[in-house]
């Protein structure tokens, strides 16, 4: 064989072997598949699916920064000492999980809220969290005296408001009715401890222009009970808002006075402004030292709050309420709020 050849043949064996390589084309692993968060309109905006579960979850809440203005408002918890002005900052979220069930939409929500009045006075709270189904709702949750008119001058509801209850609310378009048991820790007590257990019910609803909500509440513990009707219509520029309570002693839904009447009126000037002043009267205000019955005196009570959607999701809020009970110094209140929502 000579050197002719031997070029001749290692160059088509050379051009076998490229052939060879080349038709067996590099061929890249396909990436694993990849499951995005899917949005779940079923439930209302705001809602994604979690993924791998037919769960769909919402996430909103808000930040507040407040300046509080009164007397001994700043004051020292120790020594009562203090200024008359005090400002905190609140972060608020909420989880809510929905899906759907034989029964309806299983509902659960979590409410964690953070208070910080400075960098080493700060708390962290669970604000509500519950499980909702067919018209039952069982967990921590606000009660029905928790609502109140749209402004900041009206006192309907006495103690705290958030308890760990059972209800059940009938809802049939815009009307509802319902029976709730709460748990009373945290309210007065006319027994040894303070672990009463109190009955309310309530109806409520809208015609038109009109809402009105009707409720009760009988604290087993003392064995005083009170009711409370409140109701708002659209007039003119705004909305008009009554409000009335009543109280056969003092309990812990209601242990302001033994009666009261509120009125407001919600005027909205533009789109982003409202103006809402408010009137509140109350009779045999307050208690007396044992806590066991009102005092007997009279009190009236005045306020202006004012609000503004500075933009989209952005707001500011003030108000100022003035109270000049029976035999006690009258007392100027009032606060500015910022907040934005999410």
């Not at 031997?6 to 052939?19: C, F």
């Not at 808000?62 to 001994?72: E, M, T």
């Not at 608020?92 to 208070?115: C, H, M, R, W």
Request: hydrophobic residues 40%; glycine residues 12%.
């Amino acid at each position: 064989m000579n050197i002719k050849s031997l070029l001749l043949g290692s160059a088509a064996a050379l051009a076998v072997v490229s052939g060879a390589q080349a038709a067996d084309a590099i061929v890249a692993a396909e990436p694993e598949a990849v499951e995005y968060v899917r949005v779940c309109d079923a439930y209302g905006t705001g809602y994604f699916y979690i993924p791998g579960t037919e769960t769909c979850l919402k996430i909103e809440g808000y930040i507040r920064f407040q300046v509080n203005g009164g007397r001994n408002e700043g004051a020292d918890a120790i020594t009562g000492e203090g200024s008359d002005w005090d400002a905190f900052t609140r972060g608020q979220v909420q989880f809510t999980a929905k899906s759907d069930t034989e029964y309806g939409p299983l509902t659960g929500v979590i409410v964690l809220q953070a208070n910080a009045d400075n960098a080493s006075d700060q708390e962290t709270i669970l604000d509500s969290a519950y499980i909702d189904i067919a018209g039952i709702r069982a967990g921590l949750f606000y009660s029905w005296w928790d609502d109140g008119l749209s402004g900041e001058t009206d006192s309907l509801a006495s103690n705290a408001t958030l308890h760990n209850s059972l209800r059940y609310q009938y809802e049939s378009g815009d009307f509802y009715a319902g029976i709730s048991v709460d748990e009373l820790e945290d309210s007065i007590s006319a027994g040894e401890n303070p672990n009463n257990v109190g009955i309310a019910a309530g109806i409520g609803g809208k015609a038109g222009v009109f809402s009105y909500q009707l409720i009760g509440g009988y604290d087993t513990d003392t064995e005083e009970g009170a009711i409370r009707g409140m109701g708002t219509v659209a007039i003119g520029p705004g909305t008009l808002g009554l409000a009335a309570a009543w109280a056969s002693g003092p309990n812990a839904y209601f242990e302001e006075s033994e009666w009261t009447v509120a009125a407001e009126y919600a005027i909205q000037a533009t789109d982003k402004l409202k103006i809402t002043p408010g009137a509140q009267y109350f009779g045999n205000y307050g208690l007396n030292a044992a806590g066991s019955d009102f005092t007997g005196d009279d009190a009236w009570k005045v306020g202006l709050t004012v609000d503004y959607q500075i933009t989209e999701n952005f707001y500011a809020k003030a108000s100022v309420q003035y109270v000049d009970p029976d035999n006690a110094d009258e007392e100027t209140t009032g606060y500015f709020r910022l907040q934005r929502a999410f």
